[in-house]
């Protein structure tokens, strides 16, 4: 089974600071892992994945297979990166991702 | 197409009842996935439709639970005899075929309070 963990609940920092969101799985074949984002009274949406090598919006993530790691970055934070963050995993051939339980960012003036 | 809807927005209702959502796909969209999704957690899955086929179900789906495509368009769960353990956000979400196209779209949630 696979699981997501996402240790850190709620991230608060200040405008400008960098930002890194903690994303650690377990899963013993090849992961497909993801970053949605949860803006305030919107609907959860995809940022990235990391087969697509992609920064969007200032964040990147790097797959790290030796500490099964995906953690989500950004050099200078803004106000308007306030949002829940949820890392999402999916096996190869898969369509149903596993979920972690979230992080909530919040970026201070 | 302004993307996935999902109506009521907000359901409430005593235990024992029974409840429906219904979930409109984005319109080309032939995969319709339910999440649930319940405080301080991320969303965790229901059940999974391609077209009007129900390929995959998660054992979180008790007996209560029961989801129809049937002209692999909109989609409806319903439960029955309702229990306060089934308050929850219901989202769904859509994709289409294509390596590239996989991405998932949510729609904005059922909120269930089960009183």
């Known amino acids: 089974a696979q699981r997501v963990t996402q240790p850190e609940k709620l991230l608060s920092v200040f405008k400008g600071a960098p930002v890194e969101l903690k994303c650690n799985y377990s899963?013993?074949?090849?992961?497909?892992l993801f970053w949605y984002v949860q803006y305030s009274r919107q609907r959860l949406q995809l940022l990235l994945r990391?087969?697509s090598r992609e920064s969007i919006k200032g964040f990147t993530a790097d797959l790290n297979k030796g500490e099964t790691s995906f953690h989500l970055k950004k050099p200078f934070a803004q106000e308007e990166d306030s949002a829940m963050y949820y890392c999402?995993?999916?096996?190869?051939?898969?369509?149903?991702?596993?979920f972690g339980r979230g992080t909530s960012l919040i970026v201070h003036p | 197409d302004t993307g996935v809807s999902q109506n009521p927005r907000h359901k409430i209702t005593k235990r024992g009842q029974n409840v429906t959502f219904r979930c409109d796909p984005i319109?080309?969209?032939?995969?319709l996935y339910w999440y649930r999704q319940t405080l301080g957690q991320g969303p965790e899955f229901l059940t999974y439709?391609?077209?009007?086929?129900?390929?995959?179900k998660s054992r979180l789906l008790s007996d209560r639970f029961s989801a129809e495509r049937p002209k692999g368009s909109f989609s409806t769960l319903e439960i029955q005899r309702t229990e306060q353990g089934d308050s929850a956000m219901y989202l769904c979400?859509?994709?289409?075929?294509?390596?590239?196209?996989?991405?998932?779209?949510f729609g904005p949630g059922t909120r269930l309070t089960v009183l």
């Open positions: 990391h087969i």
């Open positions: 979400a859509s994709s289409r075929d294509g390596a590239s196209t996989d991405t998932q779209y």
């Open positions: 439709f391609q077209n009007e086929a129900q390929l995959e």
């Open positions: 899963y013993s074949g090849s992961p497909e």
């Open positions: 999402a995993l999916r096996r190869v051939g898969s369509y149903i991702p596993t």
């Open positions: 319109s080309e969209h032939n995969r």
